[in-house]
Every structure is written in structure tokens, then in C-alpha cells.
């Protein structure tokens, strides 16, 4: 069955980075996107944008541009998401999904289980 | 980018009850509309993709309409375990934008 884990809770001080890591189990991972979505507490879903597993294209939202970077490592099926100069407004559960394409239809149709990351001083 | 809007807020009605969550694209988006319930402590699930497909597995009491600007979610006979916050989602322009959400209560 498909599964992406990701890793565990993180706390960093303002300006840190913080590199979060999803593992996709149960398809072919090259076959699909993965894309990063976060949520402040108590806030609604804020998408940031997304990856090719096949050719690491990359789309980020503007306001995240050169403070995000999104990889892949095809070799263990992971994919990973950096954030540079974080801020306390950073702090937020992120989720990676996976982005499935056909015919033009986008979905994030699997999700992992997300992953706390406290920015505090 | 294209904006999404959610009505109501926030909802509170009785088991068996019909809901219905209401979703407006600032411009047309088509079809290209996802639906997303999010159990509270929990990472969301796609329920409805192109607007009106449901994804397998689902139960069949949720369904959507709509194209173009205005999109439904409607849960026909409301049950205990859809107590969840519930997401929009166009999926037309990559800026793959959502809805503030639509928190769904028991009353």
C-alpha cells in the first residue's frame, strides 16, 4: 500500500533551516510529484509547492521563493524539503502528499502523517 | 493567483442531516476542483477529485458539483465520523490554491 513517512518533530531558532524528509513506500516513485503543504496552528492548508520525481522540475509559490528548496533521492525513494532563515511564522505542521497527474486531473492523493516544526528563540 | 472561497465558516448540524459546503473560484477554473476532509490531528484525505469524482474507497454519501466558478461538497445523510474540517482545492493554474476551510460539527 502506498505510504509516505516522514521525519520526526523539529525546533529551531529563528534564522535556522530545517530540512524535513518524506519516504514513499508502495509505488513507483518516479511515476509521480510530491508536494509540500503546511499548516499553522490553527490555520487552514497553505501549499508550497511541488516536485517531478521523474525529472526534478520544481513550482514553488512565490512567497516561499529562495527560502525553499524541494529535492528528491530517486535511490531511496525520499524527498525532502528545505527551508532557509526561518521565521516564528515558520512554525507550522508540514506535510508532504503525493501528486498524481492523469490527463490533466492534479491530486495530492496520499499524504504523510506531518511534521511539527517549532521556530523559537 | 486564483482565490477560493469557502462558505460557511463553519457549520453544526444532526446526524442525518443533508450538508452542503459551497466553494468560489475567483476566476473559472473548469472542473479542476479537488475536495479534502481533514479529521482534527490529522493529515487531510482527498474525497473528491475533478469536482465530482469520488475517490475510491469514499462512502458514497459525499458528492460534488459544479464547473466553472461555484462548487458543492454535499454529504446526504450527515454521520458521527464526518466531524472534520473540510478543504476546497483548484487544481486548474499550479498555484494549487485552498479554501480556509469549513469546520463541520455534530449538533
Known amino acids: 500500500q502506498v505510504q509516505l513517512v516522514q521525519s520526526g518533530a523539529e525546533v529551531k531558532k529563528p534564522g535556522a533551516s530545517v530540512k524535513v524528509s518524506c519516504k514513499a513506500s508502495?509505488?513507483?516513485?518516479?511515476?509521480?510529484?510530491i508536494t509540500w503543504v503546511r499548516q499553522a496552528p490553527g490555520q487552514g492548508l497553505e501549499w508550497m509547492g511541488w516536485?517531478?520525481?521523474?525529472?526534478?522540475?520544481?513550482n514553488y509559490v512565490q512567497k516561499f521563493q529562495g527560502r525553499v528548496t524541494m529535492t528528491t533521492d530517486t535511490s531511496t525513494s525520499t524527498a525532502y524539503m528545505e527551508l532557509r532563515s526561518l521565521r516564528s511564522d515558520d512554525t507550522a505542521v508540514y506535510y508532504c502528499?503525493?501528486?498524481?497527474?492523469?490527463?490533466?486531473?492534479?491530486?495530492?492523493?496520499?499524504w504523510g502523517q506531518g511534521t511539527l516544526v517549532t521556530v523559537s528563540s | 493567483d486564483i482565490q477560493m472561497t469557502q462558505s460557511p465558516s463553519s457549520l453544526s448540524a444532526s446526524v442525518g442531516d443533508r450538508v452542503t459546503i459551497t466553494c468560489r473560484a475567483s476566476?473559472?477554473?473548469?472542473?479542476?476542483l479537488n475536495w479534502y476532509q481533514q479529521k482534527p490531528g490529522k493529515a487531510p484525505k482527498l474525497l473528491i477529485y475533478?469536482?465530482?469524482s469520488l475517490k475510491s474507497g469514499v462512502p458514497s454519501r459525499f458528492s460534488g458539483s459544479g464547473s466553472g466558478t461555484d462548487f458543492s461538497l454535499t454529504i446526504s445523510s450527515l454521520q458521527p465520523e464526518d466531524v472534520a474540517t473540510y478543504y476546497c482545492?483548484?487544481?486548474?493554474?499550479?498555484?494549487?490554491?485552498f479554501g480556509q476551510g469549513t469546520k463541520l460539527e455534530i449538533k
Open positions: 476566476q473559472s477554473i473548469s472542473s479542476y
Open positions: 475533478a469536482a465530482s
Open positions: 508502495g509505488y513507483s516513485f518516479i511515476s509521480y510529484g
Open positions: 516536485i517531478s520525481a521523474y525529472n526534478n522540475n520544481t
Open positions: 502528499a503525493r501528486v498524481s497527474l492523469l490527463m490533466g486531473i492534479v491530486e495530492f492523493d496520499y
Open positions: 482545492q483548484q487544481s486548474y493554474s499550479s498555484g494549487f490554491t
